[in-house]
């Protein structure tokens, strides 16, 4: 297979002035006809006109009106070109009833759409599928549709015709179509200088109730980017559009965003606190890209953190301005160690901005977002919020129309800064998460910290070379005050120390605050010092993170020797749950526990062998152990936390059913099942309703409420998403791969339809001590069916391949076992690129 290096980039070789498009569309016979004003480019050197083209059947092919004859491969064309300005013509025809792999031009319930990020735009036409040929598209398309959609603002409409011009020059990339029976729900904004700008939603008839939010949301969004960055929107229509066929969450196509269903469509009977938190989420994600993505795009690939990172840091920070910033942040950190450690620690390690792939739709991964995102975290803590707004003004000024990198980007920081930040630029070229070790010593009122970094080399980075860490540290006294705040740590060297002076007593340091950079941080503190955190820290991070740390410490003895439970760690958690002066979405967090695979990765780390049933026993007798020290209370908190106002999916509510809701799994411990089955019966929301089926299947009291939610639900294919995953993510592990299986002889388990093929699977995988049993049984049944996927959708199968990434973690049989799927999956015929890619470099 091909491998390209972010070394080999050259420009193209002509300059595209302007793109016409018409299609005929038709499943099996769309035809498309492409004008396209190509010029020389006056600062390449290499001249060959090559246009990508993938699927195509070529018609015919002018170059200023005359018929020219082309070489054809399977993965584009070549012909003869004069050395001056020429009109290309060409007619292509295409099938996208035969498109399963959801790229390119392909059908979704009868209706039209595409998807053209990463390269897609050259299974619909011969073309330059490169980000850094940005041009101007005007578009025609014929179809007996009621809707015909494009980019930019519509021309002109007949029946059956529409025609659609989008003024600003773009890569192929954001070209979106859409075509169908489709519904609007509609809305307009005005813009800060006072333009009109008219809003849709387009949906398919019958989900009209669940649009209003997925609106709101995108007006906020508007409004919020005028606000913080000074972004204003700059056509005069914005579409979204809903799709149920959708390899991933959605796509910021210029003036037309096309969403997966699920991440846009929301009711509160079908969908729950966090779809709604979700779904506002991205869709400021995919609003915030028309400015970093759509008006600065990037060069090449490579860059792709330059726009992604960006952009999932600025939905980041639009979250905490609309919720509240410590949840928001103690869920990213959440994520970003369930899947971007791993990652960054397995044999996928790359860095966030990695320098060779085979296929780039397998590097849309969460180290070039999340990792991407804290890069940028950094950097703005690291030069301070007032220079970081200068930056980002420079950095749109600048290189608004430009097709940009890394190097423009850190650039822009480098002249609003004076600042280097060659050493910097290393959290964008070495893979790897830093170990952070700090010691504390402690003498004449000063207190000094000493830290060491250390990066385990990878195939990625063989030689890793020390970073530049913000490490924010505040001192809590030993009464409980806060005698520093917080003050950042600037490390840059492998060792370096850092002191407090004029201390009267000793302090616990608070480290790493807010999480101030991706790194795993081991700080040898006792129990005791932080329980103190846990009660008194002021950075409502850290506390959560010493809550974190002391369950950690508590669940290893559980696990390998079946201890009891610490009754000091129970306490602890229960005094700061039971306080009533904190947010309840922050006293439900407080509850969670380390995922099991989380908890595998650190007992590999510390040179152990993870047993999942171990881990899942240990976990299990530490949230009984949980049930019985709240006994009584979880119910008193439960009830005081019950809602009964109409629902409102905003923090506020949402943190009150969280916390509630929590409870409720912790009575369902004690009580049969008793109070969640009455939640269940008269729940009128879907995340109350799925809180109780939930509780109830995990003690095995949940058939009946089962049935009952499936004939509800039976018609909602988003509400059945759930009703599939969450019977595999409730499962004794023993018997997850068999109730995986079962629902696969479901009549409505629409196996190609990516959100329901994760429903299952990624529930399977995400249950470790299920996919994990010894048996092998979770691993033979995902193999079989990424084999069965790869031949229709090798995006969505190579994306779930990931589910081996961590392996070699575990004993020997069980590497055994997953060796042997992983050869079984490579010696299938016709493997996809993509899943080939992913399974060699996992298999290593
Ligand atoms: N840019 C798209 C992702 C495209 C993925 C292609 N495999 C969505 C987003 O990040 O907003
Ligand atoms: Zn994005």
Known sequence: PNTVYLSDYTPFGFIVDSVALEFDLDPRHTRVKSRIAFRPNPDATDRRFFLHGENLRLISARIDGHDVTCTLTEEGLTCDVPDAPFIWEAEVEIAPIENTALEGLYMSNGMYCTQCEAEGFRKITYYPDRPDVMSVFTVTINGPHPVLLSNGNPVAATEHQAEWHDPWPKPAYLFALVAGDLVAHSDRFTTMNGREVDLNLYVRPGDEDKCAFGMQALKASMKWDEDVYGREYDLDLFNIVAVDDFNMGAMENKGLNIFNSSAVLASPQTSTDMNFERIEAIIAHEYFHNWTGNRITCRDWFQLCLKEGLTVFRDSQFTSDMRSAPVKRIADVIDLRARQFPEDQGPLSHPVRPESFQEINNFYTATVYEKGAEVIRMLKTLVGDEAYDRA???????????????????????????????????????????????????????????????????????????????????????????????????????????????LARRPVPSILRGFSAPVMLEHDLSDADRTHLLAHDTDPFNRWESARTLARGSLLPMIHDGAGADPAFLDAIRKVVAD??????????????????????????????????????????????????????????????????????????????????????????????????????????????????????????????????????????????????????????????????????????????????????????????????????????????????????????????????????????????IAAELDRILSTPKLSRDTTEMLTRIRG
Not at 404 to 416: A, G, N, P, R, S
Not at 460 to 472: E, N, R, T, V, Y
Not at 789 to 806: E, G, H, V, Y
Request: hydrophobic share 40%; proline share 5%.
């Open 392 to 502: 980002l003004a420079l950095y749109f000024d600048r290189h608004d129309g430009q097709a940009c990198t890394i190097e423009d980007w850190l650039k822009v920081f480098e002249d609003t800064t004076g600042r280097s930040l060659a050493q910097f630029k290393r959290w964008y070229s070495q893979a790897g998460t830093p170990r952070l070790k700090v010691s504390e010593s402690w003498e004449d009122g000063i207190l000094t910290l000493t830290f060491r970094q250390d990066t385990k080399p990878s195939a990625a980075s063989p030689d890793p070379k020390p970073q530049i860490i913000p490490i924010a540290t505040g001192l809590i006294g030993p009464d409980g005050e806060e005698v520093a705040e917080t003050r950042i740590l600037e490390m840059s060297e492998a060792t370096q120390s850092f002191s407090f002076e004029g």
């Open 580 to 817: 009533d002066t904190l947010d309840p979405a922050y006293r439900a967090l407080m509850l969670g526990l380390p995922t099991q695979s989380e908890l595998a990765a650190l007992i590999h780390a510390e040179g152990g062998t993870p047993m999942p049933e171990k881990i899942h026993a240990g976990v299990e007798a530490m949230r009984d152990a949980m049930a019985e020290t709240f006994g009584d209370a979880a119910q008193r908190i439960r009830d005081t936390h019950l809602v009964s106002a109409p629902y409102d999916p905003g923090a506020e509510q949402a943190g009150q059913r969280s916390l509630a809701n929590a409870m409720l799994s912790l009575i369902t411990r004690r009580d049969g099942g008793a109070a969640a089955q009455a939640q269940f019966d008269s729940a009128d929301n879907m995340t109350n309703q799925l809180a109780a089926l939930a509780a109830l299947l995990h003690i095995d009291r949940g058939s009946e409420a089962l049935a009952a939610f499936e004939a509800q639900w039976k018609d909602d294919r988003l509400v059945m998403d759930k009703w599939f995953g969450l019977q595999v993510t409730q499962a004794r592990p023993e018997e997850a791969a068999s109730v995986a299986e079962a629902l696969t002889d479901h009549p409505d388990f629409t196996w190609q339809t990516p959100n329901r093929f994760r429903a299952v699977f990624g529930a399977l995988a995400m249950h470790h001590a299920g996919f994990h049993h010894a048996s092998g049984k979770g691993y033979r049944l995902l193999a079989d069916w990424l084999i069965r996927l790869d031949p229709k959708n090798p995006q969505t199968t190579a994306r779930m391949c990931s589910a081996f990434q961590t392996w070699k973690r575990y004993d020997a049989d069980r590497q055994a076992l």
